[in-house]
Structures are given as structure tokens and as C-alpha cells.
């Protein structure tokens, strides 16, 4: 992502901007970023793993939202869209536009050569102010594996993966699984690097 050439931008100049706009934003600090779209493997990465909670979780009290909805970590300001989102029990939005969630339960990044620095530390770090967000989960596209962090009551998080292609992971959370082989069901890791050099999320 990067910085527009702007001055300040207020939260609400923002929302009014990017409610109209094609492209996706991030907005912290009065600043706004424009993210880029995803690999074809990136996508097929996401898809994967949001069809699998999906079926799981289609008869629960749980919904499971795409790269679309926009998440917003309240104390610290940040507005930013997860790859996958999870939220279960009475979900809560900004306003009645109903496009900003502000209690994710779960999320869900699919790490990408240009944004897997970022994911793994301040963007978490951000993630880590949202007193509803229970486990972060990061996917990685150029092997076989998955990273769950899991919130403690004293708010360390745990870690726990798995990196072999008949491994899971638990979402205890929600009482879900990920199966490492359905969730890379689609890709092909012998294009990794091709994959990469047009990798632009």
C-alpha cells in the first residue's frame, strides 16, 4: 500500500470518499493508503479458506465476511479491510451503513511478498487493540503454511501452526478447523516465484 500525496483527511472525509470509490483504502493517523489487489494465488488462497468457515460456520450464530468489509480497530482509529473477517454473536458497525464492523472475532490475512512485514508486526499490533478479536490467523502463499495466534485472558497471544500439507489448525474460538490441504486445494507452488514478481497486494 501506498500513501495518497494528501494533507490531513478526517475519519468522516474519509468514509465519504470511500464510499464512492472503486479502489480500497486504509486510513490511519489522517493519512490514506491505497491497497492493491491480490495475486491469482492470493485469491485462490482466500477463497479457499472462506468457503471452508463458511460451510462450518452456515448454521452457527457466526458470519464470515470477504476482503470487502471494512474493519475499523476503534482506539487506535485504523480502517482497513482483512482478507477474511469472522464475527459471532450480535455484530456492531460504525454507523448504519453497515459497512464498517468494529468486533471482528477472528481475522484472517493472507500474507504477500509486500505486505507480510507489515501484517506480522504493526498492522497485528494494531489488530491487538480490538478487545473483541480473539485469534489472528496468518496464511502463508509460498508454502504450506498456517499461523494462529490465540488471545489469553492476561492478553498475550499464543501461537500454534501447522506446515505440513496433512496438518489443521483449530479455531477453538469458533469451534472450526483448517485443513492445510484445502486450503492450498489450488495451488501450485512450482509458480511461486512468477507468482511473486506480480505480486503487487
Known sequence: MTAQPQSY????????????????????????????????????????????LYAQLRQRNCTVYPS??????????????????IVCGNEQFEDTKEDTLVNPTIIIEVLSPSTEKYDRGKKFQHYRTILSLREYILIAQDSYHIERFLRQSDNTWVL??????TGSIELTTIQAVLNVEEIYEKVTFADVDMDEMNEDH
Open 9 to 52: 483527511c478526517s475519519p468522516e472525509d474519509y468514509l465519504m470518499f470511500e464510499r464512492t470509490s472503486e479502489a480500497k483504502h486504509e486510513y490511519l493517523a489522517g493519512s490514506v493508503y491505497a491497497m492493491s489487489g491480490g495475486s491469482a494465488r492470493h485469491n485462490r488462497i482466500a477463497g479457499s479458506t472462506y468457503a471452508a
Open 68 to 85: 470487502d468489509m471494512r474493519v475499523k480497530a476503534v482506539q487506535i482509529g485504523l480502517y482497513t479491510y482483512p482478507d477474511i473477517t
Open 160 to 165: 500454534s501452526e501447522a506446515t505440513d500439507p
